[in-house]
């Protein structure tokens, strides 16, 4: 197949709303999973994803059987690996998803930052460590531990009390949200990316790694140094002065009531689109090798149940009869791939069958199969079936005797109640005295007297009642004592 022509008569053709549709869902998909993996920090591990999948690709369009026949066989495999490595990675892409709703925040947002500001300087002049955490759109209250309900409007003597050396939660973050100082003294997960080196101490190291984890804005004051550095999105920024960490701070609170992929200025905007449109790009790609993948003709062989249907009342099948035929098949291969054999039946119509040897040719019309899947043939291709009038008679019914009486009695007689009835079978059965239907069973070692016994009837599968059920057989067995 010309893979080129192939993607241009998709393009011209096969395009309908639906399937740009699909494409965009996938790019959203894949735009996404970038950006959370990117700001994770783990692209070791995806670079080698991406280039696995890049050979799978040219794999597909260059038809290399043998490197798609790894794939297959180790897909199922990899993609279990692929969900415990990533599970974190995966969680966060879900988190992301569902975290894209806009925000509303209080008033006084800029007094609230500026009394920040001006705090977080004063606890850098005075080289007391603090950490505050502004949490984002993404949840961060299972990534926190320890630390105390506050609740408590911001100010200036609660912040710098909170953070005095003998303060008991002074080590720990202070949770501001919702225009509220809401816990104290929290502890933080630390990072698990090399980003930060040695030399920062625990408190740059928690903001890393709270950023890692969350779309939170992180402000940490250094006691060593008195430096202040903001945190997001895994990424470190020093911060000069009391406007810088307002503006950082509003910035946040501000992105809170945007939506999530907000058109931003200069330089970010054109690797916002870049990021896009390279995530469209890869889509299509993605999306046009699975179709010329799935759409490839293929066939295949199945066996299936033979299922007659529709006999007229007064036509019987008799002799062999054919229970299961084998079907070639030919179509798209997503088409033979969704095709359960278990479901499927050829289906003889009977319904204007005459009696005799008839001839019934298996069709497409016996079997239910998909839009785009052919027959190719069938084995047996056509059945030959022998078809006889029911007619009604009477038969013998005789009694099934077991075993042997106990000893010192003999079988003087058994007598039925009624002897014949009346039953339908077909016609080329044998002769109408020749007939028989038996009784159930009857034991005679349990027998030790003359009595009498309600049977059932036992009768040929060609062989029916007349009025939908075999009447009982009183069946009278007599014994004697010989002389």
């Known amino acids: 197949m010309d893979t080129l022509a192939f993607i241009t008569k998709v393009v011209k053709e096969m395009l309908s709303w639906r399937e740009m549709l699909d494409i965009f869902l996938i790019a959203m ?22 280039i696995a999948a890049i050979i799978f690709v040219v794999a597909n369009i260059l038809d290399l059987r043998g490197i798609r026949w790894v794939y297959s066989n180790l897909s199922h495999v990899a993609l279990i690996a692929l969900i415990v490595i990533f599970q974190p990675e995966i969680r966060k892409v879900f988190e992301r998803a569902a975290s894209l709703r806009r925000q509303k925040i209080g008033k006084g947002v800029s007094d609230l930052s500026t009394l920040i500001a001006d705090t977080v300087f004063s606890l850098s002049q005075q080289r007391h460590g603090a950490l505050f955490v502004f949490p984002g759109k993404e949840p961060i209250k299972e990534w926190l531990s320890g630390g105390f309900s506050l609740n408590a409007e911001p100010s200036f003597p609660l912040i710098m009390s909170v953070f005095d050396p003998h303060s008991p939660g002074h080590d720990g973050a202070v949770v501001v949200e919702n ?26 190291h928690a903001a890393m790694g709270i950023s890692e984890v969350s779309d939170a804005l992180v402000v940490v004051v250094s006691e060593e140094r008195g430096s202040v550095m903001t945190f997001h999105s895994g990424r470190a920024k020093k911060v000069r002065d009391k406007n810088e960490i307002s503006s950082r701070i509003l910035s946040h609170w501000e992105n809170l009531t ?11 905007r054109w690797i916002l689109f870049s990021e896009v449109a390279i995530s469209m790009v890869l889509a299509f790609v993605f999306w046009a090798t699975v179709i010329i993948s799935q759409g490839e003709m293929r066939e295949k062989s199945l066996s299936i149940p033979i299922e007659y249907i529709a006999t007229p009342q007064n036509i019987a099948l008799v002799g062999e009869k054919p229970a299961e035929v084998k079907l070639h098949l030919v179509g798209p291969k997503s088409d033979l791939d969704g095709i359960n054999p278990s479901q499927l039946r050829a289906k003889i119509d009977l319904s204007k069958a005459m009696p005799g040897k008839q001839t019934f040719v298996v069709t497409e019309e016996n079997v239910a199969l998909p839009k785009k899947v052919s027959l190719l043939d069938a084995e047996p291709s056509s059945l030959v079936l022998s078809l006889e009038e029911i007619v009604e008679r009477e038969v013998v019914v005789k009694p099934q005797l077991v075993g042997k009486l106990p000893r010192g009695l003999k079988l003087a007689s058994v007598e039925l109640t009624p002897t014949k009835i009346r039953a339908l079978s077909p016609a080329g059965e044998k002769k109408q005295n020749e007939i028989t239907v038996m009784t159930t069973p009857i034991y005679l070692e349990s027998i030790n007297e003359t009595t009498t016994i309600f049977c059932k009837i036992i009768a040929p599968p060609s062989v029916q009642p007349v009025d ?16």
Do not use: N
């Open 258 to 268: 945007s939506y999530p992929l907000k058109v931003q200025r200069g330089k970010r």
């Open 29 to 50: 998909g894949l735009f996404f999973a970038y950006r959370t993996l990117r700001r994770l920090g783990t692209w070791k591990i995806v670079l080698g994803i991406v």
């Open 179 to 204: 225009g509220k100082l809401v816990y104290f003294g929290v502890r933080l997960p630390m990072s698990k990316t090399d980003t930060l080196s040695d030399d920062f101490g625990t408190r740059h």
């Open 468 to 483: 939908k059920r075999w009447p009982d057989v009183e069946v009278l067995i007599t014994v004697v004592y010989p002389k």
